[in-house]
């Protein structure tokens, strides 16, 4: 299945299992009508019409309507096996359906777990049923032996369609989660950019690399203070963006962009020369300083001032920071808006 049809799924899986719910149903009224099973017909159509007023006001009480729906179908399937003593194996819906209310309904819902014991003493009582040949309506004993394998297997198909819906729909919001969670613990919420805590695993990772020659760069916006106490923090966040897009914009896919903290940043350039990252870092700083941030209609002006340093061993990255970093506050102690190298 797509991503997207299933992301489509996702959202509306309360919703489709409801009309799924109602078609079921609808051809089941049908069916048992044709079968000359008239006490079947009239179980289904007023389970059609719960279903169909469920959906027409679907929208107000989504989870109220779950519970209800589960509870219309485990006593439907009770009274169904009821009258044809145990033999429509509407057990299957009973037993599939302790899995789907415990997904449908959001994990607050703190009834979950009576409902599953509830769902369980039906099955049990089905069971008992069958066993003990109790059979609501002995007149159509007949016509219901001659259906029953036919019934049951179709029961056993909607059940695991249902689950097979079911478990595909979990198993892709599991993963869309873990996804989520991932991108969230690499990278900082505000910018996008990748955060510090996954700049050192990266760093880490990749020391036992051989690594040519390469270059890191620390940026710190000029004057940050400043902008935050005339403009207000929204505009310094507005700031952050500005500047965190123009870095990573502007840096090849191999290269790392990293919020490193506060109003810092780090480029960190593999396979680049320190002349070809002095190139590329006053380029970018000057994209910077001609770049203007419109924040509530006014124009804020921001320059940069970058320290950068080379390595050509990432066993000691570190220490390529550090003087990355006592460069950059040399640039910023001899006038700001500048790249030292």
């Known amino acids: 299945m797509g991503e997207k049809f299933l992301e489509f799924l996702s959202k509306k899986k309360t919703l489709l299992f409801l009309i799924m719910c109602l078609i079921v149903h609808?051809?089941?009224?049908?069916?048992?009508?044709?079968?000359?099973?008239?006490?079947?017909?009239?179980?289904?159509?007023?389970?059609?019409?719960?279903?169909?007023?469920?959906?027409?006001?679907f929208k107000k009480h989504p989870d109220f309507y779950i519970i209800f729906s589960y509870l219309e179908i485990i006593t439907f399937s009770f009274l169904s096996e009821l009258f044809a003593g145990g033999v429509f194996c509407y057990i299957f819906y009973v037993i599939g359906m302790i899995s789907v209310v415990c997904y449908l309904l959001p994990p607050k819902k703190r009834m979950k777990h009576l409902f599953q014991v509830i769902g369980i003493v039906y099955a049990i009582a089905i069971y008992v049923m069958y066993m003990n040949d109790v059979c609501l309506f002995p007149e159509y004993s007949e016509i219901i032996k001659g259906c029953a394998r036919e019934i049951g297997f179709l029961n056993l198909c909607i059940t695991l369609f249902t689950l097979f819906y079911i478990f595909n729909l979990y198993i892709f919001e599991l993963n869309s989660a873990n996804e989520k969670l991932n991108y969230f613990s690499n990278h900082d919420l505000l910018t996008g950019l990748f955060n510090r805590r996954f700049f050192e695993f990266i760093m880490q990772r990749n020391k036992s690399e051989n690594e040519n020659e390469y270059s890191i760069a620390i940026f710190d916006i000029d004057d940050f203070k400043k902008v935050n106490d005339t403009y207000g923090h929204h505009a310094g966040d507005c700031v952050l963006k500005v500047v965190s897009n123009l870095i990573e914009e502007n840096a090849k896919d191999d290269y790392i962009a990293v919020r490193w903290g506060g109003e810092e940043f780090i480029l960190y350039m593999p396979q680049t020369n320190g002349d070809r990252a002095y190139e590329i870092l006053t380029a970018l700083s000057q994209k910077i300083s001609d770049t203007k941030v419109t924040f509530d209609e006014q124009n804020i002006s921001v320059t940069v001032t970058v320290g950068m340093c080379t390595g050509n061993d990432l066993t000691n990255y570190e220490s390529v920071i550090r003087q990355a970093d006592d460069k950059l506050y040399y640039g910023k102690r001899h006038g700001k808006n500048c790249v030292v190298r």
Do not use: K
Not at 26 to 53: E, R
């Open 26 to 57: 609808a051809f089941n009224a049908c069916l048992f009508y044709y079968l000359g099973l008239y006490p079947f017909t009239v179980l289904n159509v007023f389970s059609t019409i719960f279903y169909a007023v469920v959906l027409l006001s």
